[in-house]
């Protein structure tokens, strides 16, 4: 049986990892969100409506956009210091830019 607790933490953790990472990218680049999700996540309301609570999204959604952030992340920006940056493949990275 699946600890309902457990993935509420999970799924607001995951949430607060996209919020930071859609809100440094996009002061970095001078980018709204509404493009960066359009660039990041192929759907211009993804990261609003993360940010919102309105989304339910999946792991494999996470995951592209994690990656898409770690290889596309601005030279000199700041990763923020609580979400694990994941290790990407050249074809990872090439793949999603």
Do not use: C, K
């Amino acid at each position: 049986m699946i600890n309902l607790v457990s993935v509420s933490i999970m799924e607001r953790t995951l949430s607060h990892h996209l919020t930071a990472l859609s809100a440094a990218y996009a002061s970095a680049m001078g980018v709204s969100l509404a493009t960066l999700s359009e660039r990041a996540a192929g759907d211009w309301r993804f990261f609003q409506q993360v940010a919102a609570g309105t989304l339910n999204f999946r792991i494999r959604s996470y995951d592209r956009a994690i990656t898409w952030f770690s290889a596309n992340w601005p030279e000199g920006g700041e990763w923020p210091a609580d979400v694990p940056r994941p290790a990407i493949s050249v074809a990872e990275a090439s793949a999603d830019e």
